[in-house]
């Protein structure tokens, strides 16, 4: 204890070199609007800025990396609130409350959650990062394909409640969903499929970005266009207003959701740890969860601040999360820790189990840096805030043609093929025209970013079992989960039992 | 509404029907000690997809839904005209991505949205059309260094290469 | 259809530039970049042949190779058949390069409805060749040799789990040549990547696997796995104590290029400019030291001596496939 102690505080010593600061402080800006822009995310931002840390040191090198990292996860919200887009799938549960509350003229309210829940969830989990590593990385190690699959299904799970009331649409939705993600190549029989028309654009699957950006911008702007007509073209994107006053409200109803932004960190951040899982199942299970325990279900999707608050702690503490099989194991647990590696791969240090003996001074200064671009990112970003604010009062006239740009570029950056341009302005006409009839769209979005991960998982079990499902409950850490899993997906069955056995009690009372 | 109800179920069970047909062209079967084929996960989901179809046209049928109750007009005229309007622009910018490029095709949609369908003053139009490729290319291209569509190569060759000679 | 009217109108654009510069001084001079190079990487991002090829773009741009940048651009479908396509089509491009792997030599031949000829492609340099072994686990005591992985793999049958990257491809080549060589029954299941390949088997959900030394180097640094054999003609300098398979009586090599193509038809001037480009990286201080970690072999090769490699390592893989039977002869 004292020993980490030490090397921490000598950690704080390194990441607060003139330099190193100034890096710190500098990559929490550049990430924070990559990461605000749709389309770019942390994966992006921390890709293409790899090659400029050949000019710093390796520390300061990570340190930047890390700094543009965290910036993108605190901006992948402010696109997920100001325009309903994710720019990232990590930020896709933050649209679904986020969203309502701008629209109810409260973006600064939820503009604020993301970045304190941010706050907390990064903060807690460089607390565990410090003084709990070691023996995470072992969990983590031991995590195949079977729990991964597990974990899969406790993620469909957690969101069970949440499409529409219209049952055959959720379902249609997910399953739409689903299919999406098998587009391309089947990995396990190595043989190409759903290629439409034999067109190459389909080797590469449906980027989950597309379907989003198609759905959440195109087809969302579409469907703000119409309002825009019917009202008579007075419609604004929110009419928040911010001053010092509501700041401090907003402020003091946040202490009172310290519950959900705790349960959404550690959460996110034992699920950041998995190998393969990343930030996104963890925040989405974290709102599931949030929605489950909470007093007033029927709030969430309609603008609940705990829906802001849930995901958010989590995204951010399980990209801290996901530093430590990378560190201690040379396992990414994103794809941006996959890029991060990379660097450090460059630089002249081997990940691993010796990283932390061998080079103390990275490590540390890592880890303080990340306290330090905590902070720091948190500060910038309500700074920030007016200025977006100011920007959604634009007339919707100046502001949507904007949209659509950031959009029809934010659909082609990521893969730089016109394909995925021309599938995005298909799904987002067709979601225009499903969303006027009641279809509930957010479970496609959540299935094309699961299916990728569970269908493979699910099948590697099977052929390492011989097809027996018996894999998934005889194994240490997948039993668990699984059953978990399957309580929480037959709980809304249980529920009317559950109701008709206590009803009749009540009765005969 | 109520018509555009059962063409959307119509038209999406059709197009389960297609999925199932196109995930078939891999086993969709269970492959002993190997578990399901290529084909299976899309091929099966689809026939959900399907059934769900079915559902939602006999929920259409008993008018049990929103939608299905409703008598009002799923795109009234002038709604068809605003979305389409805006979605036709839409496509057409893309369409000169390949011809005129991106920073070709962004002045002219903003021209056409901001001035025609926004009805702004020319002074704002001008301010959006400039602003709009330029902060597109120093963001992307210059400092991101991913390089969007320049449309024909005659254009990046005269306009652009003299820009990469001095930014890049 | 849009490609041949574009050409079309370019053309025509270009006759009536050309005719209105004519008289300038026409640029005979050797090749020089005019706009950014596009590095096209058969994979995704993050995997292994995305670091390679962002641990060359850095070097480029630490010792200011090239004049202007050279930018990665992903296209990993298809097992690199959607990488090819795309290089096919951008037939007579001087500023497009691509890093290519093994499936240069195997996605043509499994999906000959691609059309792609490798042939046809502009041989760069090969960078590097990567070279495979076969691993276990350490927690395996048991087994210290090729002939106790046979015995304990021949005791489980189709019980023992082989790990490695995607169907038909180099893992899968290995492992079906193990299995025949010495009589055994493994299963082969695909994972995405090397990387998840070595976790596998260092976290004990798979039995052997047969990593790229770089791959499984932080765990063999750790002592979780241990190489058995390599398929080398000589031993690698890292695992000194891991004979090759020659030496234990079979007689296999086998290697993956690590390769920069350019695109089909591309001008013999930006040809050798990219050669040119090519050998400063090879020759680097950090290409070489990369190559020393990563246990990375073989001389740089370009021009005629490239292509005549790649025909002779086309006709390798063409036999293996059959072999295999994932193709017909």
Not at chain 1, 135 to 141: K, T
Not at chain 1, 422 to 441: N, T
Not at chain 2, 48 to 58: A, D, G, N, S
Not at chain 3, 166 to 180: H, I, P, Q, R, V
Request: with cysteine; hydrophobic share 50%; aromatic share 12%.
């Amino acid at each position: 204890m004292v020993e980490i102690i030490t090397l921490l505080w000598n950690g704080f010593a390194i990441a607060f070199e003139p330099v190193n600061l100034m890096l710190i402080i500098g990559g929490c800006t550049v990430g924070l609007f990559i990461g605000a822009m749709p389309g770019l995310g942390s994966v992006n931002g921390v890709a293409i800025l790899l090659p400029l840390t050949f000019l710093v040191p390796p520390t300061g090198a990570i340190m930047f990396l890390a700094a543009i990292y965290y910036g993108a996860m605190y901006g992948g919200a402010i696109s997920s609130i100001m325009l309903g887009i994710p720019g990232a799938s990590t930020a896709v549960a933050t649209t679904f409350d986020g969203r309502p509350l701008a629209k109810l003229g409260m973006a600064d309210k939820a503009l604020t959650a993301a970045a304190v829940a941010s706050f907390v969830g990064g903060s807690i989990s460089v607390l565990l990062f410090t003084f709990l590593a070691p023996p995470l990385a072992h969990v983590a190690l031991r995590f195949g394909a079977p729990e991964e699959f597990s974990l899969m299904m406790l993620a469909f799970a957690t969101f069970i409640g949440l499409g529409g009331d219209d049952i055959p649409k959720t379902i249609f939705s997910i399953c739409i969903g689903l299919v999406l993600a098998a587009v391309g190549l089947d990995i396990i029989s190595g043989e190409p499929r759903l290629v439409f028309g034999n067109i190459t654009g389909f080797l590469h699957g449906i980027n989950f970005l597309v379907l989003a950006i198609g759905i959440y911008g195109i087809g969302e702007m579409l469907w703000t266009v119409e309002e825009h007509y019917k009202a008579g073209g007075k419609s604004m994107m929110s009419d928040a207003v911010i001053t010092v006053q509501r700041t401090m409200a907003n402020l003091k109803e946040l202490l009172g959701t310290w519950k959900t932004a705790l349960m959404g960190s550690f959460l996110g951040y034992f699920v950041g740890i998995l190998p393969a899982a990343g930030a996104t199942p963890g925040s989405l299970m974290a709102y599931g969860i949030a929605k489950q325990i909470s007093h007033e279900p029927e709030k969430f999707g309609k603008g609940a601040v705990e829906g802001v608050v849930a995901p958010e702690s989590a995204n951010n503490a399980a990209s801290t999360g996901s530093m430590l099989p990378m560190l201690t194991l040379g396992i990414p647990g994103s794809p941006t820790t996959a890029i991060l590696l990379g660097g450090m791969v460059i630089w002249g240090l081997e990940p691993g189990p010796r990283l932390f003996t061998d080079h103390a001074d990275f490590v540390w200064g890592l880890i303080a840096s990340l306290y330090a671009a905590n902070f720091f990112a948190v500060i910038i970003n309500i700074a920030f805030i007016p200025a977006f604010i100011w920007v959604l009062k634009l007339p919707f006239t100046l502001l949507a043609p904007i949209i659509f740009v950031l959009c029809l570029i934010g659909g082609y950056a990521p893969t730089q093929d016109m394909h995925d341009v021309w599938l995005m302005i298909i799904f987002g006409i067709v979601g225009y025209l499903m969303r006027k009839l009641d279809y509930p769209l957010a479970p496609a979005v959540l299935a094309i970013v699961l299916g990728p991960l569970a269908e493979p998982a699910l099948r590697q079990s099977l052929l390492i079992s011989s097809g027996e499902f018996s894999i998934f409950f005889t194994r240490v850490y997948s039993a668990p989960i699984m059953i978990c899993a399957l309580i929480l997906l037959f709980l809304p069955l249980l529920k009317p039992v559950i109701r008709l056995v206590g009803g009749r009690k009540t009765a005969r009372r | 509404m109520r018509k555009a109800e059962f063409v959307m179920a119509a038209v999406m069970g059709i197009f389960s029907l297609y999925l199932m047909w196109k995930s078939a062209e891999l086993p969709v079967g269970w492959i002993p000690e190997e578990g399901p084929g290529g084909g299976a996960w899309p091929f099966w989901l689809s026939a959900v997809m399907l059934i769900c179809c079915v559902l939602i046209l006999i929920n259409w049928y008993r008018r049990k839904t929103p939608p299905s109750q409703s008598d009002e007009v799923y795109m009234d005229r002038g709604t068809t005209v605003a979305v389409g309007l805006v979605a036709g622009s839409l496509i057409v910018t893309v369409a000169l991505f390949y011809v005129i490029g991106v920073y070709g095709a962004l002045p002219l949609f903003m021209i056409f949205y901001v001035r025609y369908l926004g009805r702004h003053s020319w002074p704002a139009t001008a301010a959006m059309a400039a602003i709009a490729p330029v902060a597109t290319f120093f963001f992307f291209d210059i400092a991101l260094k991913i390089t969007l569509p320049k449309g024909l190569p005659i254009i990046e060759e005269t306009i652009f290469y003299p820009l990469y000679k001095i930014f890049l | 259809m849009i490609h041949s009217r574009r050409k079309l109108l370019g053309l025509g654009l270009a006759l009536g530039v050309g005719l209105a510069a004519f008289g300038l001084p026409k640029t005979a001079m050797a090749f020089e970049p005019q706009k950014p190079i596009e590095f096209v990487v058969m994979a995704g991002k993050g995997g292994g042949a995305d670091k390679a090829v962002r641990f060359m773009q850095s070097i480029i741009a630490k010792h200011k190779l090239a004049p202007v940048p050279v930018t990665p651009i992903n296209k990993p479908g298809g097992s690199g058949a959607e990488a090819l396509v795309y290089l096919k089509q951008k037939k007579g491009d001087n500023h497009t390069i691509m890093f290519t792997l093994n499936s240069f030599y195997t996605t043509p031949l499994r999906q000959p409805a691609l059309g792609v000829n490798i042939e046809n492609f502009t041989p760069v340099a090969r960078m590097a060749e990567d070279t495979f072994c076969l691993w276990v686990n350490s927690d395996r005591k048991d087994i210290n040799s090729v002939d106790d992985f046979v015995k304990a793999a021949k005791a489980k049958g189709k019980d023992w789990i082989m790990a490695g990257t995607g169907k038909a491809s180099e893992d899968n080549l290995l492992t079906d040549f193990l299995n025949s060589a010495y009589g055994l029954q493994m299963k082969y299941v695909p994972y995405k990547g090397g990387g998840k390949v070595a976790k596998e088997l260092a976290g004990n959900n798979a039995n052997s696997t047969v990593n790229n030394p770089s791959e499984q180097l932080g765990f063999f640094e750790a002592g979780t796995t241990k190489p058995l054999a390599c398929f080398t003609p000589e031993r690698i300098g890292l695992f000194k104590d891991a004979p090759t398979f020659k030496e234990i009586g079979k007689d296999f090599v086998y290697f993956m290029q690590r390769t920069v193509v350019g695109a089909p038809g591309m001008s013999k001037d930006a040809a050798s400019y990219y050669q040119g480009l090519f050998t400063k990286v090879f020759n680097s201080e950090e290409w070489q030291g990369y190559m020393k970690k990563k246990a990375l072999q073989g001389d740089m090769l370009s021009g005629s001596a490239l292509m005549d490699y790649w025909k002779r390592e086309r006709d390798i893989h063409k036999q293996m496939l059959i072999k295999m039977g994932a193709i017909k002869g």
